[in-house]
T-cell receptor, first 114, second 115 residues
Framework: AQSVTQLGSHVSVSEGALVLLRCNYSSSVPPYLFWYVQYPNQGLQLLLKYTSAATLVKGINGFEAEFKKSETSFHLTKPSAHMSDAAEYFC????????????FGTGTLLAVQP | DAGVTQSPTHLIKTRGQQVTLRCSPI?????VSWYQQVLGQGPQFIFQYYEKEERGRGNFPDRFSARQFPNYSSELNVNALLLGDSALYLC??????????????FGQGTRLTVV
């Protein structure tokens, strides 16, 4: 069965510092991987997705993630945090089956300190 | 273009009651999926419909049912509500079922509180 594990339910960084949110996946087949962001009382917005093209994926708002098969990881990074990045971030995996069901991790709440 | 719209945005129900949640996908999107997000957790897959047919079902009891209409809008029904059904219910629409050429767009959700 597919799953994702997000290490760290809460991460706090200073404005301008590097953001690193960790995600490890488990999948018996090459997966599709995603990062979503959720602002309070809102739905989810796609930041980026990996679909087996380039292993370094660039997304919106300056975020990027690198697919590392050997480490079964898909960590999300941003070189310089902005106050507006404060939100909850979810890593998700999907298989290549008939549905595009997403399996989400438990989320990481990012706080950005001034 | 309008995004994914869900109604109502909030509702409160009593244990044992039934509830119907509604979702209108983005124009042209034929796939609708439903997710349940309990406070402090990630969303969990409930159903997917594509072209009015059920394509996938998550690990939820038979109290949960859904359908998709000819205009691709969808309803999620939950019978015999339990306190544990309190959650944010998210609807997502996508153009197709292949991640290579589509992405899931989420609505703002319906916040269901069961008392």
């Amino acid at each position: 069965a597919q799953s994702v594990t997000q290490l760290g339910s809460h991460v706090s960084v200073s404005e301008g510092a590097l953001v690193l949110l960790r995600c490890n996946y488990s999948s018996s087949v090459p997966p599709y991987l995603f990062w979503y962001v959720q602002y309070p009382n809102q739905g989810l917005q796609l930041l980026l997705k990996y679909t087996s093209a380039a292993t370094l994926v660039k997304g919106i708002n300056g975020f990027e993630a690198e697919f590392k098969k050997s480490e079964t990881s898909f960590h999300l990074t941003k070189p310089s945090a902005h106050m507006s990045d404060a939100a909850e971030y979810f890593c998700a995996v999907s298989d290549r089956g008939a549905t595009n069901k997403l399996i989400f991790g438990t989320g990481t709440l990012l706080a950005v300190q001034p | 273009d309008a995004g994914v719209t869900q109604s109502p945005t909030h509702l409160i129900k009593t244990r044992g009651q039934q509830v119907t949640l509604r979702c209108s996908p983005i124009s042209g999107h034929k796939s609708v999926s439903w997710y349940q997000q309990v406070l402090g957790q990630g969303p969990q897959f409930i159903f997917q419909y594509y072209e009015k047919e059920e394509r996938g079902r998550g690990n939820f009891p038979d109290r949960f049912s859904a359908r998709q209409f000819p205009n691709y809008s969808s309803e999620l029904n939950v019978n015999a509500l339990l306190l544990g059904d309190s959650a944010l219910y998210l609807c997502a629409s996508s153009l197709s079922t292949s991640w290579r050429n589509t992405e899931a767009f989420f609505g703002q959700g319906t916040r269901l509180t069961v008392v």
